[in-house]
């Protein structure tokens, strides 16, 4: 399994980096996690829109789905129109996004799979376990499986148990860690820390980790560093084109 990361940041974009969005690759498919503001730039220096096989979207934030919406533009008006594309998400959340634009005019680009957090399902040879996470709006963290190898991803989120389960001995865990340690009071329950994250990392045994969703000005060593505290794995923060391929746990992350 190979992940490509096309952004990390949290809550808007920087000048060189987009906010979340994550390429996932097995045997030749290609499945996008959370195409926030600014990924698909990057995505298309890597390939075709018309490449990419399935998306995942973990909640409807714009932060993690707004550029949804321009990937489904160039598939759908391009001289040779891409299939419908197989979109995953929470039920209704990209409700808002999909009536942006004129009436009908991408349409027949996607094919909307809604969910519950907490569904599991297959997504082309992906293994998806969703869980409920606490967040503002309906948010999904997921166990991605394939060919004997976990990617557990946890989108936004506040504090859960369920955040171990999600992590249980996963080859890479992308987390959220909006701030280093202390989370401010109208934040917090629903966004996590680089500190908290280390600390379920460890419970969960997890084989390495990597720090995402960082608020901006947020220095990316001071998260390492307060994830170290309590977790002794490899730790690394998101960056645009970074690409890890698992399982990782023995090589580090790059």
Same mark, same amino acid.
């Given at each position: 399994?190979?992940?490509?990361? +096309?952004?990390?940041?949290?809550?808007?974009? $920087?000048?060189?980096?987009?906010?979340?969005?994550? @390429?996932?690759?097995?045997?030749?498919?290609?499945?996008?996690?959370?195409?926030? !503001? *600014?990924?698909?730039?990057?995505?298309?220096?890597? @390939?075709?829109?018309? %490449?990419?096989?399935?998306?995942?979207?973990?909640?409807?934030?714009?932060?993690?789905?707004?550029?949804?919406?321009?990937?489904?533009?160039?598939?759908?008006?391009?001289?040779?129109? *891409?299939? *419908?594309?197989?979109?995953?998400?929470?039920?209704? /959340?990209?409700?808002?996004?999909?009536?942006?634009?004129?009436?009908?005019?991408?349409?027949? %680009?996607?094919?909307?799979?809604?969910?519950?957090?907490?569904?599991?399902?297959?997504?082309?040879?992906? $293994?998806?376990?969703?869980? /409920?996470?606490?967040?503002?709006?309906? /948010? %999904?963290?997921?166990?991605?499986?394939?060919?004997?190898?976990?990617?557990?991803?946890?989108?936004?989120?506040?504090?859960?148990?369920? @955040?171990?389960? #999600?992590?249980?001995?996963?080859? +890479?865990?992308?987390?959220?860690?909006?701030? #280093?340690?202390?989370?401010?009071?109208?934040? #917090?329950?629903? @966004?996590?820390? %680089?500190?908290?994250?280390?600390?379920?990392? /460890?419970?969960?045994?997890?084989? *390495?980790?990597? +720090?995402?969703?960082?608020?901006?000005?947020?220095?990316?060593?001071?998260?390492?560093?307060?994830?170290?505290?309590? !977790?002794?794995?490899?730790?690394?923060?998101?960056? $645009?084109?970074?690409?890890?391929?698992?399982?990782?746990?023995?090589?580090? +992350?790059?």
């Amino acid at each position: 399994m190979r992940i490509v990361v +096309l952004g990390g940041r949290g809550t808007w974009p $920087s000048a060189d980096q987009g906010c979340a969005g994550f @390429l996932v690759e097995h045997r030749g498919f290609r499945l996008l996690i959370d195409p926030g !503001y *600014a990924t698909l730039q990057p995505l298309l220096t890597r @390939l075709p829109a018309s %490449a990419v096989d399935a998306v995942y979207v973990s909640h409807g934030h714009p932060d993690h789905c707004a550029d949804l919406q321009p990937l489904l533009r160039v598939r759908a008006l391009a001289d040779r129109p *891409a299939p *419908a594309l197989p979109v995953y998400a929470p039920t209704g /959340s990209l409700d808002p996004l999909l009536a942006i634009d004129e009436p009908g005019l991408v349409d027949t %680009a996607y094919h909307l799979h809604g969910f519950t957090p907490g569904d599991d399902f297959d997504v082309g040879p992906f $293994s998806l376990r969703t869980w /409920s996470l606490p967040h503002w709006v309906p /948010s %999904a963290g997921a166990r991605i499986s394939a060919g004997g190898t976990v990617l557990a991803y946890t989108g936004d989120t506040g504090p859960s148990p369920a @955040l171990v389960d #999600v992590a249980r001995d996963a080859d +890479l865990l992308i987390a959220d860690a909006t701030y #280093v340690d202390e989370i401010p009071d109208r934040h #917090v329950g629903f @966004l996590s820390s %680089a500190a908290e994250v280390g600390r379920y990392a /460890s419970a969960a045994r997890t084989r *390495a980790v990597l +720090l995402t969703h960082l608020w901006p000005g947020t220095d990316p060593d001071a998260a390492v560093t307060a994830a170290q505290q309590a !977790y002794g794995g490899p730790v690394a923060v998101t960056r $645009s084109g970074m690409v890890v391929d698992l399982p990782a746990g023995q090589q580090g +992350l790059p």
